[in-house]
């Protein structure tokens, strides 16, 4: 017997007027969950392009095209969804061809969840903030040896394994996972104030490939 699916109260909808006070609580893949159950993504698969489009009303400066932000981006949606499966486990279901997405109740659960989580006053979100994964990561980091390395020698103390167990991925990962990581960690740091660490991150970004030709003293 399948798990039972969890209640959906349409009237926590983030497109009205809990929007405003979300978009500045909520992460890229909180919104990406939330679009997609503003979508129908509970019930049915959805188009990513329909994703993309729920998701740019949420929060338009995480999901816009980098030349035209007045358009949504189904690339920046694909790759929140990318970031919900890789970080978060199973939680989607795949369509035929990889171009729908809907929820298996865990995953429905998660998005109920982060929706009454952006629809909480800001009050409540501050208390809950020291407890979502998003700061709790963040703080991980600020206190990761190779952020030690950074504040005290430079950019160039840091090498390929210091940043891959930062990251929580393979030292031999493609460019492409390093830099996609380091985006969305970036994102994260601007979102809660984490300045000192944004800094070390966008230094990551712009060295990345000097940073993975330094195997350092292993």
Not at 133 to 147: I, K, Q, W, Y
Request: charged share 25%; aromatic share 6%.
């Amino acid at each position: 017997m399948s798990a039972p699916k969890p209640r959906v109260a349409p009237s926590q909808s983030l497109s009205g007027g809990g929007l405003e006070a979300a978009v500045s609580a909520g992460t890229q893949i909180d919104f990406a969950l939330v679009a997609l159950l503003e979508a129908g993504g509970a019930d049915q698969f959805v188009d990513i392009e329909d994703i993309a489009v729920a998701a740019f009303r949420l929060a338009p400066h995480h999901f816009c095209w980098r030349k035209y932000p007045q358009y949504p981006s189904a690339e920046a949606t694909r790759l929140a969804l990318r970031d919900v499966e890789q970080r978060h486990g199973e939680l989607l279901v795949r369509g035929p061809g990889g171009r729908t997405r809907r929820f298996n109740a865990e995953g429905l659960r998660r998005a109920v969840e982060a929706r009454a989580a952006l629809t909480q006053p800001p009050a409540a979100r501050g208390r809950e903030a020291l407890r979502r994964p998003a700061t709790r990561d963040l703080s991980r980091m600020e206190g990761h040896p190779a952020v030690t390395k950074w504040r005290s020698s430079g950019i160039e103390a840091v090498n390929r394994y210091d940043l891959a167990d930062l990251l929580m991925c393979s030292p031999s990962a493609e460019p492409g996972v390093f830099k996609d990581r380091l985006n969305s960690a970036t994102a994260a740091a601007a979102q809660w104030g984490r300045d000192d660490l944004g800094r070390f991150l966008s230094e990551c970004i712009a060295h990345l490939i000097q940073i993975q030709e330094n195997s350092g003293q292993r």
